[in-house]
């Protein structure tokens, strides 16, 4: 156990439709990175937030946005939902000290129908 | 930009069989270099890391070594066992300069061991 959750675990919805994933990083981690894996891209990066602000931006699509709230956790909202964005999508947090070690949540499966 | 290559799998072993997954990398700085296991169903593990050249990384009976020379990262182990079959996933992160270490991931490579 990583010590980062993630919810829900799966998640099927509609074209069109739009979802909201939640993270809540390691006690005491600062930074939360997102990242989606499929099966034709692989793992990519989306967007990393660091104490609230976001740090950096990769490959996230316009229909995609993130934050971070007060309390540390982040959520992914997916809007405008297409079929090609049914994948496993996984947060990872980093501390000050380590920044550059990411330890992973358990991910959350979408399925877009 | 930033890229990880590692050998396509699937591979299969037998039980107690030496395992070599190449990795190589390209980057623009001085990157570390990770090794990421994901189990079936599960999310990805920090298996071990190398942050500067000649280092290595060990873990569970795994090991790499960071060779700049060759801008490779190989993971290693003596015996493999049953448990030991899940996915690998080299990866490498450099500071982009704004304290963002995000990860680049080679495709992963598939490990299956047989009794």
């Known amino acids: 156990d990583s010590g980062v959750t993630q919810t829900p675990k799966h998640l099927i919805t509609a074209t069109g439709q739009r979802v909201t994933l939640r993270c809540s990083p390691r006690?005491?981690?600062?930074?939360v990175y997102w990242y989606q894996q499929s099966l034709d891209q692989g793992l990519q990066f989306l967007i990393q937030y660091y104490n609230g602000e976001e740090r950096a931006k990769g490959n996230i699509l316009e229909r995609f946005s993130a934050q971070q709230f007060p309390d540390l956790h982040s959520e992914l909202n997916l809007s405008s939902l297409e079929l090609g964005d049914s994948a496993l999508y996984f947060c990872?947090?980093?501390?000050?000290?380590?920044?550059?070690?990411?330890?992973f949540g358990p991910g959350t499966r979408l399925l877009v129908l | 930009g930033n890229s990880v290559t590692q050998m396509e799998g699937p591979v299969t072993l037998s039980e107690e069989a030496f395992l070599t997954i190449n990795c190589t990398y390209t980057?623009?700085?001085?990157?570390?270099l990770f090794w990421y296991v994901q189990y079936p169903g599960e999310g990805l593990q920090l298996l071990l890391k190398?942050?500067?050249?000649?280092d290595k990384g060990s873990n569970k009976g795994f090991e790499a070594t960071y060779r700049k020379e060759t801008t490779s990262f190989h993971l290693e182990k003596g015996s493999v066992q049953v448990s030991d079959s899940a996915v690998y996933f080299c990866a490498l992160s450099e500071d982009s300069g704004a304290g963002s270490y995000q990860l680049t991931f080679g495709k992963g490579t598939k490990l299956s061991v047989i009794p």
């Open positions: 980057a623009t700085g001085y990157p570390s």
């Open positions: 990872a947090s980093s501390n000050r000290e380590d920044g550059e070690t990411q330890y």
């Open positions: 006690s005491g981690d600062l930074s």
């Open positions: 190398a942050t500067k050249a000649d």
